[in-house]
């Protein structure tokens, strides 16, 4: 199957700091990504869709001043959580579909991220 | 989007068959059905996607009647680390994927 590289896998960091979370789609073109969110026992959140070459699409109560979100080719999106608070912890996981099979959507291995 | 249910929690033994239903009563023309696996902490993995009849792959079985109105996840003779949560999603090419709460299934010794 496709392969989503995910990186990094676990960041800690201070409050305040910004951290970036890169996505890969190491075997397939992704026109879109997408970017979630989950808490711990919780289903996955849907955070923002993002489309190469242009603006991410963010869902309802998600701030995008917050998570900023750049899809600058058809392998490569990338969310950065700026000023960073204890509330972001979380376990963010993005994903890519492929066109090329029926618009199966695959998973990246997810960020752990831990704001001190 | 189609809105779909699933139960929430399931057990099983090893060795047994799993059957996983997923409702999606409102499901589109053109909709596919796609079943995910997802270990803690860990990225969703793929397990099975269709559109009606039956797919089978390596790992399952997805069972969809021709009304389309539900679907489900067959995991033969399974084994403990098949203990997950598994989420039914059901989309067409344009939309976006959004989960359920799955369903969490627990293999017993």
């Known amino acids: 199957g496709a392969v989503v590289s995910q990186h990094p896998s676990w960041v800690i960091c201070k409050s305040g700091t910004s951290v970036k979370i890169e996505c890969r789609s190491l075997?397939?073109?992704?026109?879109?990504m997408f970017w979630y969110r989950q808490f711990p026992k919780q289903s996955l959140m849907l955070m923002a869709t993002s489309n190469e070459g242009s603006k991410a699409t963010y869902e309802q109560g998600v701030e995008k001043d917050k998570f900023l979100i750049n899809h600058a080719s058809l392998t490569l999106s990338t969310l950065t959580v700026t000023s960073a608070h204890p509330e972001d912890s979380s376990f963010y996981i993005c994903?890519?579909?492929?066109?090329?099979?029926?618009?199966?959507?695959?998973f990246g291995s997810g960020t752990q991220l831990s704001v001190l | 989007l189609a809105k779909t249910t699933q139960p929430i929690s399931m057990d099983s033994y090893e060795g047994q068959e799993v059957n996983i239903t997923c409702s999606h009563n409102n499901i589109a023309t053109n909709d596919y059905i796609t079943w995910y696996q997802q270990f803690p902490s860990q990225g969703p993995r793929f397990i099975i996607q269709?559109?009606?009849t039956k797919v089978t792959n390596e790992v399952a079985s997805l069972f969809i009647p021709a009304d389309r109105k539900s679907s489900t996840l067959s995991l033969p003779r399974v084994s403990l680390s098949d203990t997950a949560v598994y989420y039914c999603?059901?989309?067409?090419?344009?939309?976006?994927?959004?989960f359920g709460p799955g369903t969490r299934l627990s293999v017993l010794p």
């Open positions: 075997d397939f073109q992704a026109t879109t």
């Open positions: 999603l059901v989309h067409n090419y344009g939309q976006n994927f959004v």
């Open positions: 269709g559109y009606k």
């Open positions: 994903s890519a579909r492929d066109r090329g099979a029926e618009g199966k959507l695959f």
